[in-house]
């Protein structure tokens, strides 16, 4: 199934249902008025349900249209409401409103939830002394955009063929492609790590980030987002690149994190160095070490070596700040 992180769909509120007009004879043969009102339209309502997955529902169907109150009755009987709408989005799905630019609310816990559009109200029957019957209000529509943010506790941002993918396999039951070409995979990926003692956390992989990413480069800096509820991020470099310089690498994947939003460079993070398995990664990795400024694996997603070492780190960190 393709990943898809937003998508604009339009919706519409119930419309209010018809007020009755009718009459019923007394005995005294006088005729009174006993049309009862018309039912609410239903609201449109957006609800994060943590069973949801994926925005992909609401690319195949981009309309949505809650039910109208039903009319109203003679005896005065009102007539029912429309029932809501309710769509159903991720856990950290942001609703805003398309026309106008305009959160409307970031949808972080299962079960919230916020009304994007009211139903229209229901007619008045003419039971009410002295009125006539009206028609009920029209139900309003709207288009939102729904955004999601994955929610992961580790993501890995890096390189073109850094070994993110190969990362993601290793450790979780992810069937995301490594392939030895860049940009290989273009849409983020998650997968579920299960610790030795049975806890789990939840790793993403992020498309690449290059020099320039921020400006539109290669497959742009959007999904860069997905950081907002980051715990920890593991920075990947590519050591087998031509000129491959590990202190450059590292500034410029800061630098493209931090013109994406400059509180996403405080987000914890380690520098992670795959390909140890590589002779010319394993002999840099001898040589240079000591010199890294932040802490840095090195691992081989082909022998296993390092992962487990990266992997306590992590709890470790993740624990700390839990
Ligand atoms: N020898 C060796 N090769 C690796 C290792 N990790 C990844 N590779 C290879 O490097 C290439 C790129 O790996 P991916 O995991 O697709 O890299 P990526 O960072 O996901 O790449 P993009 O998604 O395209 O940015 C593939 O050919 C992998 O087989 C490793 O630990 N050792
Ligand atoms: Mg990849």
Do not use: W
């Amino acid at each position: 199934m393709i990943f898809i992180d937003e998508v604009t769909v339009q919706v519409r509120a119930g419309s209010g249902g018809k007020g009755c007009e009718s009459y019923f004879r007394r005995t005294d043969r006088k005729m009174v008025p006993n049309g009862g009102d018309g039912g609410k339209g239903g609201d449109v309502i957006v609800r994060a349900d943590r069973n949801v997955t994926s925005l992909y529902p609401f690319i195949l169907n981009k309309h949505y249209q809650a039910e109208s109150g039903h009319q109203g009755s003679s005896n005065q009987k009102k007539g029912r409401d429309g029932k809501n709408l309710i769509l159903r989005v991720p856990c950290g799905t942001t609703v805003f409103n398309k026309p106008e630019n305009l959160l409307i609310r970031d949808l972080v816990s299962d079960e919230e939830e916020v009304v994007v559009l009211k139903g229209g109200r229901g007619g008045t029957g003419n039971a009410h002394y002295g009125r006539e019957a009206t028609e009920g209000e029209r139900g309003g529509n709207l288009d939102i955009t729904l955004s999601v943010r994955l929610s992961a506790d580790i993501v890995f941002v890096g390189a073109p063929n850094s070994g993110k993918s190969s990362l993601l396999r290793y450790l979780t039951h992810s069937k995301v492609k490594a392939e030895s070409y860049p940009f290989s995979t273009q849409a983020p990926h998650l997968g579920i790590y299960e610790t030795t003692d049975f806890k789990t956390m939840t790793l993403c992989e992020l498309p690449a980030l290059i020099p320039g990413s921020s400006k539109g480069k290669g497959l742009g800096n959007h999904f860069l987002k997905h950081l907002e509820r980051a715990r920890l991020v593991f920075l990947m470099l590519e050591p087998l690149k031509d000129g491959f310089d590990p202190e450059m690498d590292y500034n410029n994947l800061r630098e493209e994190i931090a013109a994406f939003n400059t509180e996403y460079a405080n987000i914890p993070h380690v520098v992670v160095i795959a390909k140890e398995d590589d002779p010319m990664v394993e002999e840099f990795f001898r040589n240079h070490k000591a010199e890294f400024p932040v802490p840095c694996f090195f691992i081989s997603t082909q022998s296993g070596k390092g992962v487990d070492a990266l992997m306590r780190e992590a709890l470790r960190r993740l624990n700390r700040d839990a």
